[in-house]
């Protein structure tokens, strides 16, 4: 199975356990870290509806959870037409972690899109080097 395919599968496999009962938007995300492991998120809504989280947030916190920090690819599946992209606070999280050319990868519900780099996304991010007052 390639790298691409292993993303997917977790992907759509928390996409499927996503809580979406309001937007009705299921959303998967899954992570590959540095070490090759991969974590999984779905987005996770709430009656109070600005609680809700994303699936690139479930994601990460699976991967902190696990003590890991370098993500090197990202694929997200989501809703029943198009790929969707990370919005703009998950561009920022993501990046947080995100090694040097890490990846965001797209599929609609049964064919890869496209891949794109998170600094394509997100450009000249600020982070955590930002606050580095050592230089
Ligand atoms: N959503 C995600 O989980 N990830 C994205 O990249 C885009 C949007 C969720 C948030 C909300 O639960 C639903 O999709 C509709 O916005």
Do not use: W
Not at 5 to 24: C, V
Not at 79 to 100: H, K, M, W
């Amino acid at each position: 199975m390639t790298t691409l395919e292993r993303l997917f599968d977790a992907a759509r496999a928390a996409q499927a356990n996503a809580y979406a009962p309001y937007s009705r938007f299921k959303v998967g995300a899954a992570l590959m870290t540095a070490s090759g492991a991969v974590f999984a998120g779905c987005n996770v809504e709430n009656a109070a509806y600005p609680n809700g989280i994303c699936a690139e947030s479930a994601a990460i916190a699976a991967m902190t959870i696990a003590g890991e920090r370098r993500i090197t690819d990202i694929a997200v599946v989501g809703g029943d037409a198009g790929p969707v992209t990370p919005c703009g606070a998950c561009r920022q999280r993501l990046s947080e972690f995100a090694e040097p050319g890490a990846r965001v990868h797209f599929a609609d519900q049964s064919h890869f899109v496209e891949s794109l780099l998170l600094s394509d996304l997100l450009p000249r991010a600020f982070g955590p080097r930002d606050l580095d007052t050592n230089g």
